[in-house]
């Protein structure tokens, strides 16, 4: 097989500048308009930032973990790097967009790999209403925040607020509350990933929410939209033995 254009790149880590600059030595590096293949050296967090920087462009992603979980990578070695690029498996994944409305009425957009939150920003509870579809599914949620999630996402935050793992394939969203108040057992709901969520702030002015796409942030929302990014998808490519779909099906045998 002809040997593909490979670009490397680093988080600031001293240990993954210098897993780049061994890989570079090794297989040289193509320019990143050129490269079929990026090489993201680094942990979740800079695996997330890479997958948003090459978001528009039909180019693989192939992580080695240099951060501390790595989750979303594969395990660090400079030997065999075309082998076991060749042998990598592809998982798509599909954004959500998020369009949020604030105090002002400024329209904002972000794409979100993993997931959308809203979050309060002060001592006072949130209040949110929820709709599905554009019907009102939840009048009103008192919450610290809420969320919806990709399969991608779901072992991410959604997992630590107790959401549901989805598997990578089922065409599912998970929405969680985070530390829900009323109603006090509402664990959230499981949607179909063509779904369209609507968040209402209510009572903004006294209890301020900000709606997060991933990492970019927007303050003092009143309307909250979440919807499939049908124009945009990414490519991750993983080791045969260490595939996205079963990491996913481990995480939830984990005691």
Known sequence: MERPGIAFVAS?????????DEL???YGCADIGDAKVVVALGGDGFMLETLHRYLDRDVGVYGMNRGSIGFLMNAFATHHLIERLEAARTTILKPLSMI????????HEAVAINEVSLFRETSQTAKIRIRI??????DELMC????VATAAGSTAYNLSAHGPILPIGSHTLALT???????RRWRGAILPDNSGVGFEVLDHIKRPV????????VRDVVRVDVIP??????RLLFDPEHNLEERILKEQFIT
């Open 12 to 20: 600031t880590d001293i240990r993954a500048q210098q897993a780049r």
């Open 24 to 26: 570079v030595t090794r």
């Open 100 to 107: 949020a409305i604030d105090v002002e009425g400024v329209r």
């Open 133 to 138: 579809d554009e019907i009102v599914r939840m």
């Open 144 to 147: 610290d925040g809420v969320m």
């Open 177 to 183: 509350p985070i530390s829900a108040f009323r109603p």
């Open 210 to 217: 900000s709606a997060v796409a991933d990492s970019a942030e």
């Open 229 to 234: 990014d049908e124009n945009r998808s990414v």
